[in-house]
């Protein structure tokens, strides 16, 4: 069974970076979205980025301009460069796969949310950050 592979969390102060890494990302359909979710206690889930296999990206509303999504064909990953890091993005992370005809097909639906998670099949199993004021 396929699986993801994220990592690259850790604790950091405001204004400070990281970057997650998803292993096993890429490929795992001969086209697809990877997409990163986010999930903070007490809150509903957030997709804070996707990219498709052909390079197009989305991000959310609140990490626009911080965050970066890319992905590496050779290493079989996507990355999520994130800086500027506030408390607010503190969350446990998550990478997780399908097919461009799925989502392509269902996304509209879903709208590019919380929802948007029940159309990913494949996960990581999630990488903790946590952004200190």
């Known amino acids: 069974q396929v699986q993801l592979v994220d990592s690259g969390g850790g604790s950091v102060q405001a204004g400070g970076s990281l970057r997650l890494s998803c292993a096993g990302a890429?490929?795992?359909?001969?086209?697809?979205?990877v997409g990163w979710f986010r999930q903070a206690p007490g809150n509903e889930c957030e997709l804070v980025s996707m990219?498709?296999?052909?390079?197009?990206?989305y991000y959310g509303n609140s990490v626009k301009g911080r965050f970066t999504i890319s992905q590496d064909n050779a290493k079989n990953a996507v990355y999520l460069e994130m800086s500027s890091l506030k408390p607010e993005d503190t969350a446990v992370y998550y990478c997780?796969?399908?097919?461009?005809?799925?989502?392509?097909?269902?996304?509209?639906?879903?709208?590019?949310?919380?929802?948007?998670?029940?159309?990913?099949?494949?996960w990581g199993q999630g990488t903790q950050v946590t952004v200190s004021s």
């Open positions: 990219i498709r296999s052909d390079g197009s990206t």
């Open positions: 997780a796969a399908d097919s461009t005809s799925r989502l392509s097909r269902l996304l509209p639906e879903t709208g590019y949310d919380c929802p948007a998670a029940t159309l990913f099949g494949i």
């Open positions: 890429r490929y795992t359909y001969s086209s697809q979205y």
